[in-house]
Nanobody, 122 residues
Framework: QVQLVESGGGLVQAGGSLRLSCAAS????????MGWFRQAPGKEREFVAA????????LYADSVKGRFTISRDNAKNTVYLQMNSLKPEDMAVYYC???????????????WGQGTQVTVSS
């Protein structure tokens, strides 16, 4: 099992940027594909972005493509989500996720962080 701790959330104006970080500990970080999901109040958790174990492959939700970038540093056991051109509809709790395989389905994710709030003011 891997333990995940997110940081970097906060309040930002629409059009602004934030970078989320997720530090992992426990089993070998590079054994896991990593992802970011988000959940707004009253809504189902949704996929945002994912990155393969080596970092060579990435996936994005259509709603964030071109604005968000996922990356990882296996030497630092950390995955990042750079969020640019933020919109009010991006406001949610963002969760870091780890799984042996790259996938978009939150129901199949093996490990979760505790979440970090992102608030976007219009």
């Amino acid at each position: 099992q891997v333990q995940l701790v997110e940081s970097g959330g906060g309040l930002v104006q629409a059009g602004g940027s934030l970078r989320l970080s997720c530090a992992a500990s426990g089993r070998t970080f590079s054994s896991y594909a990593m992802g970011w999901f988000r959940q707004a109040p009253g809504k189902e958790r949704e996929f945002v972005a994912a990155i393969s174990r080596s970092g060579g492959n990435t996936l994005y939700a259509d709603s964030v493509k071109g604005r968000f970038t996922i990356s990882r540093d296996n030497a630092k056991n950390t995955v990042y989500l750079q969020m640019n051109s933020l919109k009010p509809e991006d406001m949610a709790v963002y969760y870091c996720a780890a799984d042996p395989v790259l996938n978009r389905d939150y129901k199949r994710i093996a490990s979760w962080g505790q979440g970090t709030q992102v608030t976007v003011s219009s």
